[in-house]
């Protein structure tokens, strides 16, 4: 149990385009779900908090009008890069916590913008 | 913001052997946990720390959560080739809707 799908793996688009990320929890409810960015060799660093029926919180130096966060139902946060460059490839990491505690990660999006 | 310093930041070591690894903070948190990442894929809970002094095993894994919060360790005992990746400590301070602090990860690479 507890499975976080994440689609899509990975995405390659053209600079000045938008990207649109889905976390799914498969099988359970997830009325908070988060969003990580990871550079190459480097550690996974929280962009924003999504609650489900409100506002995402992001994280300081994170641009919220570029990372819009949507979280319309307790399966589902969707993140879309807008006006996607070059500097925003990046693996983008969604994680869902359960009731009870527990934190799910998906299996990431790999982003390359061209 | 808050920070954990993950050592040692790469091991090279023989299959068989033991290995070690830590995470220290200048805050305190809540829980503690450890995840291995496997390259192109998203983290994978190892083990979760949820009480000061708790000392878990999952296997040939032990944790500890460190008395005064403020660090954990991850032990993996005869290691196999399987046990290769990045291994991240994680913390979380409290809070319904805060997400996970990150250490930057410990490079294991075992050699037959």
């Known amino acids: 149990g507890a499975v976080v799908s994440q689609h899509p793996s990975w995405v390659i688009c053209k600079s000045g385009t938008s990207v649109k990320i889905e976390c799914r929890s498969l099988?359970?409810?997830?009325?908070?779900m988060f969003w990580y960015r990871q550079f190459p060799k480097q550690s996974l660093m929280l962009m924003a908090t999504?609650?489900?029926?409100?506002?995402?919180?992001?994280e300081q130096g994170v641009e919220k009008d570029k990372f819009l966060i949507n979280h319309a139902s307790l399966t589902l946060s969707t993140l879309t890069v807008t006006s996607a460059h070059p500097e925003d490839s990046s693996f983008y990491i969604c994680s869902a916590k359960r009731t009870g505690g527990g934190y799910t990660f998906g299996s990431g999006t790999r982003l390359t913008v061209v | 913001g808050q920070q954990l310093n993950q050592s040692p930041q790469s091991m090279f070591i023989q299959e068989g052997e033991d290995v070690s690894m830590n995470c220290t903070s200048s805050?305190?948190?809540?829980?503690w946990l450890w995840y291995k990442q496997d390259p192109g894929e998203g983290p994978v809970l190892l083990i979760a720390l949820y009480k000061a002094g708790e000392l878990t095993s999952n296997g040939r894994l032990t944790a500890q959560f460190g008395i005064t919060r403020k660090d954990s360790f991850l032990n993996i005992s005869a290691s196999i080739p399987s046990d290769v990746g990045i291994y991240f400590c994680a913390g979380h301070s409290g809070g319904g809707a805060d997400g996970l602090t990150f250490g930057k990860g410990t490079h294991l690479i075992i050699q037959p």
């Open positions: 805050s305190i948190f809540n829980t």
């Open positions: 099988d359970f409810q997830a009325t908070t």
């Open positions: 999504s609650n489900e029926g409100s506002k995402a919180t992001y």
